[in-house]
Structure formats: C-alpha cells, structure tokens
C-alpha cells in the first residue's frame, strides 16, 4: 500500500516570489512520483514526473521538483510565481510495477493563491 | 502531448435517470482508463479501472451495477451512471494511460448535477 501526504492544504503567496509545495509519500516498493495542478472545474494537466534518473525533474510552466529517498520526498519549487499559477496542486504517487497498468494514489491537494 | 476528450463537460438531469460520460484517448492508444470522483474540496477518489476488452476493477465500495464502465476500445471509455439520484451529484473525471511507467493523462472532467 502507499500513501500521500501533501502538508498544507492552502499556500498563499506574493506574486514573484518562490513557492515551495511540500509532498511526502510511503510505499514498500519502488515508485513513480508526479504533480498535476487542476485549475477550476478541470480535469488534472500533468506538471512533472519522477520515473528514474536524476533526481531532479523540470516540468511545464516552471516548475521543478526533487526526489529525495531518504527523506521520501518529492516537494514541488517555483522561483517566481505568477497569477495564473494560482490552482490546486496534486501530488501522486505509483508502484513500479512491470507491464500493465498502474494505480496511482493522490494527495489531498494544495491550493495554492498568489496574490497580486 | 497525449489528449483525452471527456464529454460532456456539465450535464444536469432529473432523479432516476441514467446519464453516459465519453472518455477518449486522441492521440495514443490508452491500454488502461480510469475513472474517479471528486468531491468538493478533496481528492481524486478512484472509482474503477478498466483495461480494453476487459472487465472494469473496481475499488471497494464502489457498485459496480450502478457505475457501469465499458472499455470497448484503445480510444474509448464510458460510464454510466445508471438511475442516478442526488447523492451521485459530484465532478467525474476520467484519465487514460499508455502503458507501464506512463503518466494518467486526464480529461476536463464532468460535473454531474442530479435534481
């Protein structure tokens, strides 16, 4: 079984400053990590994703993220954010399993609100 | 990028009807498709998972005579919200994947509104 944490539910920011959403996740086996933001009344748009390699994956829009094992970790920065970045962020997570499909559990989301 | 079409986007409809959302994958080949609920200020719920050509999977505490999923092809996905009553009033959204280690690509969602 996994599991999501994703520890603040709303972040309010200041337009043009960095942001950093947190995302903490447990699993017995190995996994893939992604962030999706949902804008209202939409489905999930995929930001970034984690499968292997290096540690530290850029996504849309100018976003980044790092895996971090030992910590079990994955929080998502921006450097400077803009308004049209305020939406819910979605961390997920999924085991790696081999051919098929695979069932990704999310996080309860982060609202994030930049004001102007 | 991968697309998917989830239609419609808002449908309202009296008690006791039934009501079909369209998933398409339109520019890959999805092998398997979810579908999830969402409530209001919450999370993704996943409802049930469906592999073309196969039977749908579906979670624990999901009834699966109520949601009726077929997969008939790579390309398309529908649920049925069979009889539906108020309680089912929620966002609806599908996703498809093309495989192993791919990302769910995912539809703008339905909102399903039952009076």
């Known amino acids: 079984a996994q599991s999501v944490t994703q520890l603040d539910s709303q972040v309010p920011v200041f337009e043009e400053a960095p942001v950093e959403l947190r995302c903490n996740y447990s699993?017995?086996?190995?996994?893939?990590l992604f962030w999706y933001v949902q804008y209202p009344n939409q489905g999930l748009q995929l930001l970034l994703k984690y499968l292997s390699g290096s540690t530290l994956v850029k996504g849309i829009n100018g976003f980044e993220a790092e895996f971090n094992k030992s910590q079990t970790s994955f929080h998502l920065r921006k450097p400077s954010v803009h308004i049209s970045d305020t939406a819910e962020y979605f961390c997920a997570v999924s085991d790696r399993r081999s051919g098929g499909y695979q069932k990704v559990t999310f996080g309860t989301g982060t609202k994030l609100q930049v004001i102007p | 990028g991968a697309v998917v079409s989830q239609h419609p986007s808002w449908v309202i409809c009296k008690s006791g009807t039934s009501v079909k959302i369209e998933c398409r994958s339109l520019?890959?080949?999805?092998?398997?498709m979810f579908w999830y609920r969402q409530f209001p200020k919450q999370s993704l719920m996943l409802m049930a998972t469906s592999n073309e050509g196969s039977k749908a999977t579906y979670e624990q505490g999901v009834e699966k005579d109520k949601f009726l999923i077929n997969h008939a092809s790579l390309t398309l996905s529908t649920l049925t919200v069979t009889s539906a009553h108020p309680e089912d009033s929620s966002f609806y959204i599908c996703s498809g994947a093309g495989g192993s280690g791919q990302p769910q690509h995912f539809g703008d969602g339905t909102r399903l509104s039952i009076l």
């Open positions: 520019d890959f080949q999805a092998t398997t």
């Open positions: 699993s017995s086996v190995s996994v893939y």
